[in-house]
């Protein structure tokens, strides 16, 4: 079983090799080789998910390090899905590493076991942690978008052309890309946190834990939720909002990741 | 069979010479009518853009004659004296012709490397002789890759995404800024070539709206008018501002006319939509320091001419590799076309077996002296007669292997049936080459005593 996952690194290694090589070394027949070895991994990995989902009888979410190699699927099918959509072969510089990097860290993660007892409370646990690495894969996307808004601004306001052999996409792209993929993320933190905290009041008799973990997450809510608010009511964008949304959503992976400070 | 290109260029021409001999778009496909009315012309095609008149042909002859058939078509066209006419154009054939084609639609000729006009005019060129059904079997191959590989380079190399005047880094910078130019405003301060220059592109491009401003309103309502756009008011630039997205700025004004603080309103006015400030102007219009507020993008002159000169060692590395792309491509059209150029196959076969003919009438012309004149000219007759309707299902099958995915090879299998050899590499056949060595057939003569 751990060879399917194996192979899926594997290819999501090869994957983010192609992506880097057609942006540095302006291979551009390179591009597509990027989207392809992921889908393969993906498959690989799905694979994997299946088959300890059948050897459990379940969702295979026993551990964070579960939790994080479902969304890092969720993230690549999220890189996929936009590829596909908008050609932009640019966010697979951004997305891959990082899924690459949470892979990694996952392996150090010691073996939490996350509690679950009861079978409500499993549908409950399972439903939270559904809605939540969707959320995080569509705040992935609007990270990306805010990394490469950052990097086109840098360039712009550098009076620095870019000089890479992948097409960063404009400045209005990034916005709203980051933008709608932020219109979908928000909502489903929000019900990841209060799943969370249902679930918490009603197994663990305590309706809010303040532990480090959690505040995080709430902290990712909150900057996004002003973010939101901002670009709402002043039109609030741009550079600053690009450097919050980032903060937030690695405030959220940090969340995740089950980091305790 | 050959393929001439007869023409000339920005390079070759000034232009007041080069406007003397464009062909209007309206009578383009009478030309072409004409053109391929011509005797040895087969099938024609006219590319006239402001930059070049090109004339290119499928003939039947050698290129000679033809190449003066389509001087004088061009200055009958025209109305221009055929002798000056060689001052300027130039003539080319076949490989050179076809590898001159590629380069030009592919904008390797042109006069800004990468300008995408071209490819257009090259696809309406291609269109208009479609209309006139002046283009067949050996053009309408020719064009179509020609127009494929100039795409493949505009999107495999870098050559045109990189702007090499001030007024396309303007527009490619605005790309970059906001996604969808169209529905946009831009707003003109002051007057100048460049600034015209640069609208006029941007409106190409579909920009939604045009504003003028002067200190001269009369002057504002002039240029507005080449627009289609408005001409506001000079003192009430800054109201405009808030609903411009791209502000061209060229003014005489010996200080700067916006300032630092009036943006930081406006963008808080305009709830932080970008706004993009190109200040060609010399002394500056636009305080610098705007450029360092968030969703302001401020470019001046040398900021311009940083972007084209860095540009242009991009486009001029693109160009390398684009014109070694459309080198190979020539060469592989060009040996398309050879392979598959039946004339000489065609005539080789008949000398080869005339000349066999030839040879055993000559064998048996003792046993056939006994014939009268009247029965031997029948014999002479019979055998051309039955070497003709031998020949012409084999024939009529070379002529359809053009059609085939599998051509090269037929032609190629056909040969050695007949046993006539390949045209030297490297240089053209003249029309009628010399038929093939004797081959194992004449040797395997049964009747050979």
Known sequence: MLLLLRIAVGFYVLAAGCAFAALALNLRRLVLWAPILATVGLLAHVAHLTVEGTHLGGLPLRDYRDVLSLLCAAAILVYLVSFARMRLEVLGVIILPVVLILIFISNLLPNDVLPVSRDLEKVLMNFHIFVAVLGAAALFLTFAASVLYLVQEYHLKEKRPARFGLKLPSLERCDSMGNLSLMWGFPLLTLTIVTGGIWSANFRSRYWLWEGKE?????????????????????????KAAYLTIIAFTALILRMIGVVL | MSIILFGLNHRTAPLEVRERLTFPAATLEESLVRLTGLEPVREGLILSTCNRTELLAHTRNGFGDTAEVMRSFLASERGFPPEDLDRYCYRMTDREAIHHLFRVAASLDSMVLGEAQILGQVKDAYQAALKAKSIGTVLDPLLRKALGVAKKIRTETGIARHPVSISYAAVTLARTIFED???RKILLIGAGKMSELASRHLVERGIGSVLVANRSLPRAVELAQKFGGEAVQFDRILEHLEQVDIVISSTAAPYPIIKYEDVVRLIRARRNRPIFFIDIAVPRDIEPRVNTIDNV????????????????????????VAEEIVRKEAEAFHALVRALDLSP???GVRQRLDTIRAGEMERFRSRLSGLTDEQQRAVEEMTGSLLNKILHHPIRALKESVHHKDGTDRVRFFRE???????????????????????????DDPDRS
Do not use: C, K, Q
Not at chain 1, 215 to 239: E, K, P, Q, S
Not at chain 2, 297 to 320: I, N, P, Q
Not at chain 2, 419 to 424: T, V
């Open chain 1, 215 to 239: 505040t995080f997450a709430l902290l990712a809510w909150m900057i996004l939720g002003i973010i939101i608010t901002a670009r709402l009511l002043r039109g609030y964008r741009g550079r």
């Open chain 2, 181 to 183: 130019l169209s529905g």
């Open chain 2, 345 to 347: 196959v065609i005539v």
């Open chain 2, 417 to 443: 049936v007949f046993g006539i050899h390949e045209p030297p590499a490297g240089g053209d056949e003249p029309a009628g080459s010399a038929p093939g060595t004797p081959g194992r057939g004449e040797n």
């Open chain 2, 297 to 320: 993008f401020l470019y001046d002159l040398d900021d311009l001419m940083g972007v084209v000169a860095s540009s242009r060692a991009e486009r001029e590395g693109a160009a390398r």
